[in-house]
């Protein structure tokens, strides 16, 4: 990322703040995307402005105000982290108060019974062929199956590459764990197995791929879209 990636009076700064937390140890990815549309709004709204003002953070907190308080809480995060890190800096700039949002919704954990696991994953074997997304019906039984299986997050299972995926020993190395912190699972035979057999499949659709669960186009899927999947299975 460089400084021209930036378009407002601020890009320097948010420049110098994103180095240092990647410095740190953190990925910063998904706070990247979200400073750069922070960084939009400066720039249309106040492109004058070389400091974080009350008048602005209000213009951020407001840009969707049906917004859910998760995904509120979200987008301010980063802004607030950034503005933290100019006040230490020695810039007068306002911080938007730990109060805002009000409140965090948080979610009861659901249980699934057997059944509920059986009639999820015949759901997921028996997805029809998607002309958008043709790799899904090779990719969702496998993906999911790690999950429930190794207990892998989301993130970390559509993030694989192929070289941390070890097809002999079923070895299986986390790179962008919470926390930015490695750690290795390892796939019991059974599921070795159905990796083997998967890919082989992969490997003639898309020899030589970087991804594990590569899209129609090699990269790896979105968050966004693992979680449509598993919304509709």
């Known amino acids: ?10 890009g320097s700064l948010l420049h110098a703040f994103i180095r240092q937390k990647q410095a740190a140890g953190y990925p910063y ?14 720039a249309k709204e106040f492109p004058k402005e070389t400091t974080i003002t009350k008048e602005m953070s209000e213009s951020w907190i407001h840009l969707k105000p049906e917004e859910h308080p ?20 020695g810039h007068n700039v306002y911080v938007i108060p730990e109060h805002i949002p009000n409140k965090q919704i948080k979610y009861e954990a659901h249980i699934y019974t057997d059944e509920e696991l059986k009639a999820f ?19 969702a039984p496998v993906l999911f199956r790690l999950l429930y299986c190794c ?13 941390d995926v070890n097809l002999t020993t ?13 750690r290795i699972v390892y796939t019991s035979r059974d599921l070795l197995k159905v990796c083997r057999e998967y890919d082989s499949i992969m490997e003639s659709i898309l020899p030589g791929r970087q991804a594990f669960f590569p899209n129609r186009y090699g990269f790896f899927f979105s968050t966004s879209t693992i979680d449509c999947w598993f919304h509709t299975f």
Request: net charge positive.
């Open 70 to 89: 998760n995904g509120l809480l979200r987008r301010i995060t980063p802004v607030r982290q950034f503005a933290k890190y100019l006040n230490g800096m």
């Open 29 to 42: 990815k998904s706070s990247i995307r979200i400073l750069h549309c922070f960084d939009r709004l400066v």
């Open 1 to 10: 990322m460089t400084v021209d990636s930036f378009h407002s009076r601020l």
């Open 151 to 163: 207990g892998l997050r989301s993130s970390e299972a559509r993030l694989l590459q192929c070289e």
């Open 121 to 139: 994953f015949y759901a997921v074997d028996h997805c029809p062929i998607s002309p958008f997304s043709p790799n899904r019906k090779y990719v």
């Open 170 to 182: 079923g070895k299986i190395v986390i790179r962008e764990s919470k926390g930015w912190k490695a």
